[in-house]
């Protein structure tokens, strides 16, 4: 089983930038669909970026134009690269695993779908 660790959280500016990012043990991340999750104080989680086992990557609305999910099989480690943040992007930001989806387009924003998390990384936006 996966286990993944998030980081890269912290306090920025609005219009700053920031990097988080999901690093796996246990298992290589190419084997599942990785996506990004947050939830915003007194919000329901929501769903962020994707990215399938062929590196296919799929954004919700509030992450387009903005976010960039990528992968690094080497470091097996995910990356969401997130610029021109807004004090509305302040949420705890979290990573899940999605598999077994070796080798297909597969990704997910349906919360049931994902039975690894990591732990989560708080992102603040405020001047």
């Known amino acids: 089983e996966v286990q993944l660790q998030a980081s890269g959280g912290g306090l920025v500016q609005p219009g700053g930038s920031l990097r988080l990012s999901c690093t796996a043990s246990g298992s290589r991340l190419e084997y599942y669909a990785i996506t990004w999750f947050r939830r915003a104080p007194g919000k329901e989680r929501e769903g962020v970026a994707c990215?399938?086992?062929?590196?296919?990557?799929v954004y919700t609305d509030s992450a387009k134009g903005r976010f960039s999910i990528s992968k690094d099989n080497a470091k097996n480690t995910v990356y969401l690269q997130m610029n021109s943040l807004q004090p509305e992007d302040t949420a705890m930001y979290y990573c899940a695993a999605d598999g077994f989806y070796y080798g297909t387009y597969h990704c997910s924003f349906n919360i049931p779908d994902y039975d690894n998390w990591g732990q989560g990384t708080q992102v603040t936006v405020s001047s």
């Open positions: 990215i399938g086992s062929v590196d296919n990557t």
